[in-house]
Nanobody, 121 residues
Framework: QLQLVESGGGLVQPGGSLRLSCAASGFTLDYYAIGWFRQAPGKEREGVSCIRSSGSTSVYTDSVKGRFTISRDNAKNTVYLQMNSLKPEDTGVYYC??????????????WGQGTQVTVSS
């Protein structure tokens, strides 16, 4: 069974940090670009970041540039999202997804179940 499982979410104060993990089972992430998405209450899901299968290229939405860093460890079959200087507007459910290509094509075939991130004092 092909699965992506996110972890690392939680409650953090503004200015704090969290590191999310996206672990794959049933398939190898090596061949896929991986994206991170988030959905805040009452809002549409938005793309946060994406990393190429090799890890050589990554992209970010403007609102997280300079604060979030995506990385991957293909040996561990895991992709990470390091989130620093968190703001209340970063609150939401964070999902990872596997692109059908090895680059960020924007077409995602496999999704995780999500992990909640809440930024609040």
């Amino acid at each position: 069974q092909l699965q992506l499982v996110e972890s690392g979410g939680g409650l953090v104060q503004p200015g704090g940090s969290l590191r999310l993990s996206c672990a794959a089972s049933g398939f190898t992430l090596d061949y896929y670009a991986i994206g991170w998405f988030r959905q805040a209450p009452g809002k549409e899901r938005e793309g946060v970041s994406c990393i190429r299968s090799s890890g050589s290229t990554s992209v970010y939405t403007d609102s997280v540039k300079g604060r979030f860093t995506i990385s991957r460890d293909n040996a561990k079959n895991t992709v990470y999202l390091q989130m620093n200087s968190l703001k209340p507007e970063d609150t939401g459910v964070y999902y990872c997804a596997a692109d059908r290509k090895d680059y960020c094509s924007g077409i995602y075939d496999y999704w995780g179940q999500g992990t909640q991130v809440t930024v609040s004092s």
